[in-house]
């Protein structure tokens, strides 16, 4: 068995005429916790469904567990686990009966069965709901309880497209505490998500958009990819000011969170000019801070800075 989970080259896959997936080239390692990011439609589904064997590739190659994609689905099949956004629960089967059921599919041993069932249950907090029906739960257990099921036959690696959409936190804590233990015992996942915190604690992480990998690396070294420094001004009129630097510095140094303002200065002398900007504009700067960018923050920079490419 050597390190390397999945190897992605070249892969993509059209649809008639349109890329949801070009070009796309990665690798994630054993026991790592791989993270894709990315707007709607940027072709994270596309990916999961193209490694996990149910899309077939319309170019290049990868190799999951060890087996090519494309001869080695069997292979795969029954060495990953993936848990699509319809992952499907057995809304009139209970807890136990819906993990039973998957314990089945997967033809989990029947001496495995009963340890693996009580500890997933027990790490997902379903244990006093193992005989609710499934359709009764709330949206986080459901989540939750998918992943039991997911994890029943004790994947090499866990494919999660968006496991935690519309999640209360409360449950999606429980729910990346359970992945951080899948993670301790050497289950390699990967995991599309559209919250910046999760993304925060993956080992790496991929940002997607438009069909493409623009950016891949640990979330501190993509932090430190952005340039200059990053302001955080306050002023009173913030969309106002939002518009007076975009037009003269360009709309990927500017954005807004909250009713702050984030501004990326390539210098000193380009913050400088900035204030300036501002103080022509007649608007006054009520807070200043140097702050280390989040995700969210490489998020929208490079977004912006990949569409502004794509137009010039
Ligand atoms: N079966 C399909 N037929 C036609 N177009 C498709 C199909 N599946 C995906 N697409 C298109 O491919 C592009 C990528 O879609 P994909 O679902 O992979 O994106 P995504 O990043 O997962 O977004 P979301 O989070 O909204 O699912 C989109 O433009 C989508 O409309």
Not at 254 to 263: A, D, E, I, M, T
Request: proline share 4%; glycine share 10%.
């Amino acid at each position: 068995m050597n390190d390397i989970a999945i190897q992605v080259s070249g892969l993509g896959r059209t649809f008639g005429e349109m890329w949801a997936v070009r070009g796309l080239d990665l690798e994630v390692r054993r026991g790592e916790i791989f993270g894709l990011v990315g707007p709607d439609g940027a072709g994270k589904t596309t990916t999961m469904r193209l490694l996990t064997g149910i899309l077939a590739a319309s170019e290049g190659t990868a190799t999951v567990a060890g087996y090519p994609i494309k001869g080695g689905e069997e292979q795969i099949k029954s060495r990953i686990s993936y848990m699509s956004q319809r992952f499907g629960l057995y809304g009139d089967l209970t807890v136990e009966e819906n993990l039973r059921f998957y314990a089945d599919l997967y033809e989990v041993p029947r001496r495995e069965r009963e340890p693996q069932e009580e500890r997933l249950l027990g790490f997902s907090n379903l244990t006093p709901f193992s005989k609710r029906l499934a359709r009764d739960l709330s949206g986080g257990m459901k989540q939750k309880l998918g992943l039991a099921c997911a994890l029943i036959h004790k994947p090499e690696i866990l494919f999660l497209d968006e496991p935690t959409n519309g999640v209360d936190p409360v449950s999606r804590r429980d729910f990346w505490r359970i992945l951080y233990a899948m993670l301790k015992e050497g289950v390699t996942i990967f995991v599309s998500t559209a919250y910046l915190d999760e993304a925060e604690r993956c080992t790496r992480v991929g940002l997607m958009h438009q069909g493409r990998l623009i950016q891949c690396d640990t979330p501190q070294k993509l932090k430190e990819g952005i340039p200059g420094l990053l302001l955080e001004l306050e002023t009173a009129q913030p969309r106002v000011a939002r518009e007076a630097l975009t037009s003269r510095l360009g709309s990927n140094r500017v954005s807004l969170f909250g009713g702050k303002l984030h501004l990326y200065a390539a210098d000193e002398g380009e913050a400088e000019q900035a204030r300036t900007v501002l103080h022509e504009a007649n608007i006054s700067i009520l807070g200043e801070n140097t702050i280390t960018p989040s995700l969210e923050d490489v998020f929208i920079y490079q977004l912006t800075r990949n569409n502004e490419e794509a137009t010039a």
